[in-house]
């Protein structure tokens, strides 16, 4: 056996000759798996970068299959909401018809001719709402009611009528003018516009009188139980309360034993069939909860300000008697405030009318994080359309009427709260290009916690109501049907305009000094 030698790595190999029979020496076979063992590495190497490339491809792939079924199934659960909308919307139409029937059998045939008028009235609100945008349980009237059929409403109605119009500045006639497009040699061009402004008018004289207070205030007490007294002596009004009110103006003195309030929470849902009026003493606060009481139709609203900002509240107490008697002869000009409709999908729903709510909210639905450290991750959806993804503090989706409340707050825009629409606004989000947005009202805006979410989320509805929405949860949102109607002081415009100036302050700065440098 030759001797061995030493290889330019310093490592010994032993090189022998081939046996005679043609066979390797155990240390010669041994050297040549070693080479065929780095050459396969070096192949799995290449092979391994090319299966990391096909599998990349691959997740890709699966990426936007997921994305494509997440944006089906977000248009799937949006229809399904607005189907139950409509369903919940005939159903509380047809108690409403139901509570408003006659009882007696000597009825049988008006009854007959009042289900034809209820009929073409509700033809008219489809047909009213679908053109103007507008939704109210009252038909905005352009013309006078045959006299039949309006005996008949008189005849068999419980609580005050009022007829809601369009009022056009410098015109005295209170018809709509509609917006007049045309459409000539290739332009299009609006004729004419009205200003939008809403007025009530009453046709019956309104008899009952709902009043809402703000809790544990001395002064809030004392000027609710002279407004009753007044109310009853001087206008004859039947009064309703809350129980809790009922108890402090008894305890005070048995002359107010005539007030009225309710027992079990079913007579709210009724309120509105008994209610003309709804008076609030208080701040926006005791608005908002005047609102959640009323989960269909809202009587009109007069609030008066005994809080500390007061967006919604223009009427000053100390002349509560001038104003009441203005707006109990009427016309009165008011705001259509709108309200969202929530609900809530949970990701074990069997399908998708299987849903919490729905909940209404008129100032704004906050998503939030809660007490969790991690950012919040939410995936948005605007009708069958992906929006974006939420990655920050939280999401805001307001009513033009919360414009000023935390939307605000959070750098959403001031909007006049007659502009129907839905404001985006994110919660300090983690990048420097989210700006918020203002959606069209038709819209239904879907908000999902994704599966790869490192927490929950958690959603309150005007501050209150909150609830945990878990990995794969939904919270779908639309414009309720059902909008708040406020009286105003002056008129929509004006009162948005004070309550920012007196409220915020908007833009209140020094003049400018008029003896400083001038152009010549």
Known sequence: ??????????????????????????????????AVQELLEESSIQETDDHLIEFSEAMRTVAKALRRAAEGKASAQAEAAEWKRKYELERVHNLHLEHKGPSSRENNGDDERIKN???????????????????????????ECDSDSKSLLNKFARKASFKLSWCSKGDQSDQHKHDIVSFERGNITTAER?????????????????????????????????????????KGLDIYVEP???????????????????????????????????????????????????????????????????????????????????????????????????????ETAKNEFETEGPILCLNE???DRGISSYLTNL??????????????????????????????????????????????????????SFRPLILPEHVTLRVQVPFNSRSHAWASFDGKDRKRLAAGD???????????????????????????????????????????????
């Open 1 to 34: 056996m030759a001797p061995s030698k030493s290889n330019p790595t310093g490592d010994a190999s032993v090189s022998c000759p081939q046996p005679e029979n043609g066979c390797l020496s155990s240390v010669s076979l041994l050297s040549s798996e070693k």
């Open 379 to 432: 995936e948005c959806y605007c009708d069958s359309s992906f929006v974006t993804c939420v990655q920050g503090d939280g999401l805001i989706l307001s009513t033009t009427s919360g414009s000023t409340a935390y939307s605000l707050a959070a750098g959403g825009s001031m909007v006049h709260p007659q502009v129907p629409g839905i404001l985006f606004t994110p919660i300090c989000p983690h990048s420097l």
């Open 244 to 346: 809790r009110v009922r108890v402090e103006l008894v305890t005070e003195s048995s002359y107010y034993n005539f007030v009225h309030t309710w027992k079990e929470e079913t007579e709210i849902m009724l309120l509105h069939t008994k209610v003309d009026l709804v008076v609030t003493l208080g701040g926006d606060g005791t608005v908002l909860w005047a609102a959640s009481m009323f989960k269909g139709p809202v009587p009109p609203v007069v609030p008066f300000s005994l809080g500390s900002l007061g967006f919604m509240t223009p009427f000053h107490s100390e002349r509560y008697r001038d104003y009441l008697d203005s707006l109990l002869k009427g016309p009165i000009s008011i705001t259509l405030r709108h309200r969202l409709q929530c609900h809530v999908i949970r």
């Open 474 to 520: 939904a919270l779908v949102c639309s414009m309720a049907p059902w909008p708040v109607p406020t009286a105003c002081q002056v008129d929509s415009t004006n009162d948005f305009l004070t309550s920012i100036h007196d409220g915020l302050h908007w833009n209140l700065r020094k003049t400018q000094s008029f003896d400083g440098p001038r152009d010549i």
């Open 194 to 234: 009205s200003s939008k402004q809403i007025s009530l008018k009453w046709e019956t004289h309104p008899q009952t009188v709902l009043i809402l207070t703000k809790p544990n205030s001395t002064s809030v007490r004392v000027l609710c139980a002279q407004m009753v007294r007044w109310l009853r002596e001087q």
């Open 117 to 143: 008028l209820a009929t073409r009235s509700n033809d008219q609100s489809e047909q009213c709402c679908g053109s103007n945008g507008i939704w109210s349980h009252e038909v905005l009237q352009d013309g």
């Open 365 to 367: 639905v906050t998503i």
